[in-house]
């Protein structure tokens, strides 16, 4: 958690090399697609594992906290990227390397906690507000997620590259609603799961996210002059 600061801070001025930003990324690259595959295939992995030999795994608690988990990463990492149009940037293997790493510790340690060494919650937990609240957002910022790609994988007819303005639904207010509904998301599973793993999640979803958002904000202002001058980067109205 005190390097989601150190990260939050250094990505003010750095720009993570991928995408829109890749530059000139050091290093060899791999191919878009099985890029994102090798990066985030490690999360759900680990959490399953440790689900499968945890001491409470199987725990009504268990499974309400396994699923959500393991929903987001089957679409990120077998559907999104087999969607995307046109051909996406290859993807640096420092960012593949350095995101699975990150999603083996993350994996792991929210699943160990959550399934093994945690307090094992009884299915009451299932009615805490904290949890009911909490899977709300998760819900809600999925949503949010989901909805903000689909508009961008719009953008590109099959084969092309370059990029457009994204436009409908929260574009209208933000640059970046899929990292707005990300950070959303992964808040309320944190609030679900009332774990300090799951607080760290969305402490560096947010380090790395806000920041990235900002750059894309700059980026698009810079790149088209007719950019809506009331976008704000991911907070609507703030940021
Ligand atoms: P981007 O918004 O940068 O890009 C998503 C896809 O849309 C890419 O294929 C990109 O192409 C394309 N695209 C983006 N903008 C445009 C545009 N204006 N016109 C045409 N095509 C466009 O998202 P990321 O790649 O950073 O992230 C993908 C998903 O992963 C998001 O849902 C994000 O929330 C999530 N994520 C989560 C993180 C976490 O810490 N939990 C960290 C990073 C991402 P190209 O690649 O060529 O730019």
Redesign the pocket.
Known sequence: MALAGVVFVALLFLRAP???HAGRAPGPTLP?RWGWVLMELPSPVAMAVTFATGRHGGSAVGWALLLPWLAHYAH?TLV?PFR?RGT??PVPALIVGSGAFFNVINGYTNGRWSFHLGPERGASWLADPRFLVGMLLFIVGEGV?LH??EV??G??APGE??????QGGLYRWVS?P??L??TVA?WGYALAAWSLPALAFAA??TA??VP?ALA?HRW?RARFPEYPAERRAIAPGLL
């Open positions: 991928y995408g829109r878009a990120r999104q995307w996406p940037t997620n903000a790609d961008l994988r953008l590109r590259t370059g990029y457009k303005i994204p970046c899929n990292y509904g990300e992964w560096w979803t790395n996210l990235r894309h698009y």
